[in-house]
């Protein structure tokens, strides 16, 4: 069995300063985790994803996250926000046999004041 | 290359009736899953689908199933419609090997 927990539903910081989003996950074999943003009335966008390998992996808009086994954590971060990164947040895990289902977050919503 | 469609992005049925939805891959992606985003319970799984086959199956009641077609592209038919199963549904397809997903728009059923 898998979960994830999202700490924070909502998070506001203001433009240019540092967006940190938590992610801590349990899953029962090694974990494929994931980041996605979805903004109002659209799909899912995958920001960046950890598979293997490299434990700090950076993604697109400047996004990056580092997995960290000893703490099941996966938090994402970007080192200054703009006000175009105000979206709502998931973090997801699968199993690597297992692609095609992924058990998600509640979400975080990123606000970003000017 | 396009992205996964859904059709029809918006859809309004009334209590007791059933409902099919449609979802397109990507072209060479030949699995697809199924999610449904809800206010009260987020994302959750439904099911996925692989070479036409089911290959796994989320917690949701037999009133929801699935197809997919020898093209890919999937249907996922809801019966007996109940006001909780408004909500956004969410396809999604993969390339084989790869554990990223594509979502589509998704469908917004709205149960009156």
């Known amino acids: 069995a898998q979960s994830v927990t999202q700490l924070g539903s909502h998070v506001s910081v203001s433009e240019g300063a540092l967006v940190l989003l938590r992610c801590n996950y349990s899953s029962s074999v090694p974990p494929y985790l994931f980041w996605y943003v979805q903004y109002p009335n659209q799909g899912l966008q995958l920001l960046l994803k950890?598979?293997?390998?490299?434990?700090l992996v950076k993604g697109i808009n400047g996004f990056e996250a580092e997995f960290k086994k000893s703490e099941t954590s996966f938090h994402l971060t970007k080192p200054s926000a703009h006000m175009s990164d105000a979206a709502e947040y998931f973090c997801a895990v699968s199993e690597n046999t297992n692609a095609g289902k992924s058990t998600f977050g509640d979400g975080t919503t990123l606000t970003v004041k000017p | 290359k396009a992205g996964v469609t859904q059709t029809p992005r918006y859809l309004i049925k009334t209590r007791g009736q059933q409902v099919t939805l449609s979802c397109s891959p990507i072209s060479g992606h030949r699995s697809v899953s199924w999610y449904q985003q809800t206010p009260g319970q987020g994302l959750q799984f439904l099911f996925e689908?692989?070479?036409?086959?089911?290959?796994n199956k989320g917690n949701f009641p037999g009133r929801f199933s699935g197809r997919q077609f020898s093209n890919s592209r999937s249907e996922m038919n809801v019966s007996t419609l109940e006001l909780g199963d408004s909500a956004l549904y969410l396809c999604a397809s993969t390339r084989q090997g790869s554990y990223e997903q594509y979502f589509g728009p998704g469908t917004r059923l709205t149960v009156t």
């Open positions: 689908y692989f070479s036409e086959t089911q290959r």
């Open positions: 950890y598979t293997t390998g490299a434990t």
